[in-house]
């Protein structure tokens, strides 16, 4: 994996999960180019969205600040859920300390275009 080579056959591409986790001055190749630089600049607009999401800065298209959000994962491999993953990183961050930044926010998870699930996401809370 870390060598860049393809062994994602499904999408024939590299796996690069660890270019998530390095260190900015880590430095991992795919096809003679760092990823780990990209990584971390997307890594770096992903906090400052999410800071301004957090501190209502960012509002939604009402004016307002957003409380309700609505993932939406489809797509990926007809066997694979492509919102799993974002599922359970919130799961994972739901209790302890990582759980303050979503206070006064309700996040929902859209796996397809079926009517009633989506009636279901977007359903606001009581």
């Known amino acids: 994996m870390a060598s860049g ?3 994602n056959t499904t999408e024939g591409r590299a796996v690069m ?3 998530l986790r390095a260190d900015p001055t880590d430095k991992f190749e795919v096809d003679g180019k760092d ?5 971390h600049e997307v890594l770096s607009k992903i906090k400052a969205f ?4 957090r501190s209502g800065a960012w509002k939604g298209s009402t004016g307002k600040p957003i409380t309700n959000i609505v ?3 489809i797509g990926g491999e007809p ?3 492509s919102y799993l993953g ?3 990183v919130a799961e994972a961050l739901s209790t302890g300390p990582a759980a303050k930044g979503a206070e006064g926010r309700t996040l929902r998870f859209l796996a397809n275009v079926d009517p009633v699930a989506v009636e279901r996401a977007l359903r606001v809370p009581t």
């Open 35 to 39: 990823v780990v630089k990209p990584v």
């Open 71 to 73: 993932a939406v994962g």
């Open 79 to 81: 066997s694979a859920r």
């Open 50 to 53: 999410s800071e301004k999401v």
């Open 5 to 7: 080579k393809k062994i």
């Open 17 to 19: 999960h660890m270019a």
């Open 86 to 88: 974002a599922e359970f």
